[in-house]
């Protein structure tokens, strides 16, 4: 597991990567619930327009989790998610967008932060730091066995010339394989689709399959080349106290954050 540092802005609770700090013009930051304005279901700090939450009160969770990185709110380009492969470079002009149907965002421009929503999926933040080059993908169990970490790492190598040994990896908060259970259709498809599929789908005494997101978007970057990878190891599920858990809470919860960009 990696190192983390945690952070407090008066209330406002986020982390970082110790690997990822050290990088000179980088910035990243790994949100949690607490520290904005939105009420329960959504408390407190939900970055998610689209679960039901007060569209002023996400507003404000923005402007908050900005002025934390020291970043304009106008400059942040983001995905709408859907489990899906869908790759974006993004540069200056796509400022302020969401893109359609994207699960992965790719920059080399500094000033462009790029953000993505979590409450159980997997954050991947990728740093090429021979080219300065950026990404952020969303992995749940669809894009995980679609392989969205490869994919990423791919899109990379066409836009950049990124060589995957170069890269340094980090994998966010996510549903931890504690709590992840799975039901046959998905367990049948991890069997199929990922290579030592023994080690991220686990078969507990009461005959349930529990998949191991972490170590299954691990192995998937070490396939690609990717050589230095880090794991945060906090279960979103099991930390409601910090975390979204769209698993653990039945649905109704928010949506945390998490940046990632270059600096000028």
Not at 122 to 127: A, D, K, R, T, V
Not at 242 to 248: I, K, L, P, Q, T
Request: charged content about 20%.
């Amino acid at each position: 597991m990696s190192q983390l540092l945690k952070y407090n802005d008066n209330g406002l609770v986020y982390y970082r990567f110790v690997t990822l700090e050290d990088q000179p013009g980088l910035f990243h930051g790994i949100f949690t619930r607490l520290g904005g304005v939105s009420s329960a279901p959504w408390a407190t700090l939900n970055v998610g327009h689209t679960v039901g939450d007060d569209h002023e009160a996400v507003e404000e969770n923005h402007r908050r989790l900005c002025r934390a990185l020291g970043i304009a709110r106008q400059d942040i380009v983001s995905g709408y998610q859907v489990h899906g492969t869908r790759v974006a470079r993004v540069g200056l002009r796509d400022r302020g967008q969401v893109y359609p149907e994207t699960d992965i965002l790719i920059t080399d421009v500094p000033g462009v932060p790029l953000m993505q929503r979590y409450a159980d999926c997997l954050p991947i933040l990728l740093y090429d730091p021979v080219h300065r080059a950026v990404g952020l993908a969303h992995a749940g169990w669809r894009g995980t066995l679609a392989r969205v970490a490869q994919k990423a790492v791919e899109a990379m190598q066409t836009e950049f010339g990124t060589r995957p040994a170069d890269l340094i990896a980090a994998l966010g908060p996510g549903i931890g394989p504690c709590c992840y259970q799975v039901g046959p259709e998905v367990a049948g498809a991890a069997q199929t689709t990922i290579s030592g599929w023994p080690s991220v789908l686990l078969r507990r005494r009461d005959g349930s399959w529990h998949l191991d997101l972490w170590e299954a978007n691990r192995r998937l970057l070490k396939q690609a080349g990717v050589e230095h990878i880090e794991i945060s190891g906090l279960c979103t599920a099991c930390r409601t106290d910090e975390f979204y858990s769209h698993r653990a809470e039945q649905g109704r919860t928010g949506r945390f954050g998490v940046v990632i960009g270059l600096r000028w």
